[in-house]
C-alpha cells in the first residue's frame, strides 16, 4: 500500500514537471516571431518595414511564479523580470526614469552586459540576473525600450556615463531625452504607425510600429504599478 502512494506521488510529481517545462516552452514559443505573423500595426503599405517587439512579466509572488502583462498592478514584495524577443537584430537599451525624471540604465550596464546587439527572435530577460523587487512605497516605475537597427550615439554615451555613475545618467540625460522627442514627433506622422496590443491568456504584450527609414529608433513605455 505504502508503495502503491509512493508510487502514485512520484507519477504526480513527473506530472508536474511536465506540464511545468511544456507551459515554459509554451511561453518562450509565443515570444518567438514567426514568419507569416500578422503583428497588429495597421501599415498601409507591404513594402514598408515593421520592427516589433514581443514582452511578457515573470511574476513571482508569494515563492509561486507566473506571466502578466506590463499593466498589471504589483505589490510590495513582488518580483519581476521583463522576457522579451524582437522581430529583428538590433542595438537594445533599456533605462528607468523615475518621478523626478531622472534616468539610470539598465542595459546595457558592466553588470548587465555591455554587448548590446541583439539577434532577432532570441529571447532575454531584463534584468539578465535576479528581478526587480517591489518595496512598501507605492508608486509607478517608467521602464523604457529603445531599440535600433544602429547604435544611436546619444544612448551609447549615456551608457558611457552610467557606467562610472552606478548606471545613473546625468549629463547626458538631456539626450536620452531628445531621443525621446524625435521619436514622439516622428510617431505623430502619417507614415509612422504605433500598435500595442496585450494577450491576458499568454501574458504577452506586442509592441510595433512602422519605420519608413531604418535607422528610426523604437521606443516603447512600461509603466509598473504597484500599491
Do not use: C
Not at 158 to 173: R, V, W
Amino acid at each position: 500500500m505504502r508503495k502503491h502512494v509512493l508510487l502514485s506521488l512520484f507519477a504526480l510529481a513527473v506530472a508536474i514537471f511536465i506540464f511545468t517545462d511544456l507551459s515554459q516552452a509554451k511561453k518562450t514559443r509565443d515570444l518567438v516571431f514567426e514568419e507569416n505573423e500578422q503583428v497588429p500595426v495597421a501599415a498601409k503599405s507591404n513594402d514598408q518595414n515593421v520592427v516589433a517587439v514581443k514582452t511578457s512579466i515573470e511574476l513571482e509572488r508569494d515563492g509561486q511564479k507566473s506571466t502578466v502583462l506590463p499593466d498589471f498592478e504589483f505589490k510590495n514584495g513582488d518580483k519581476a523580470k521583463f522576457i522579451y524577443t524582437t522581430n529583428i537584430d538590433a542595438y537594445v537599451y533599456w533605462l528607468s526614469q523615475g518621478s523626478s525624471g531622472e534616468f539610470f540604465m539598465l542595459f546595457p550596464t558592466p553588470k548587465t552586459g555591455t554587448e548590446n546587439f541583439i539577434k532577432k527572435n532570441a529571447v532575454q530577460t531584463i534584468p539578465i540576473k535576479g528581478s526587480f523587487k517591489f518595496d512598501n512605497k507605492a508608486g509607478t516605475e517608467k521602464i523604457i525600450l529603445v531599440m535600433s537597427a544602429e547604435r544611436i550615439p546619444e544612448l551609447e554615451a549615456a551608457a558611457k556615463e552610467a557606467a562610472l555613475k552606478g548606471g545613473k545618467i546625468e549629463s547626458e540625460s538631456s539626450r536620452v531625452s531628445s531621443v525621446q522627442s524625435q521619436t514622439e514627433s516622428k510617431r505623430k506622422t502619417r507614415d509612422l504607425v504605433f500598435e500595442e496590443e496585450g494577450d491576458k491568456e499568454s501574458g504577452i504584450s506586442t509592441s510595433a510600429q512602422v519605420n519608413t527609414n531604418p535607422k528610426d529608433a523604437f521606443v516603447v513605455y512600461y509603466e509598473l504599478k504597484h500599491k
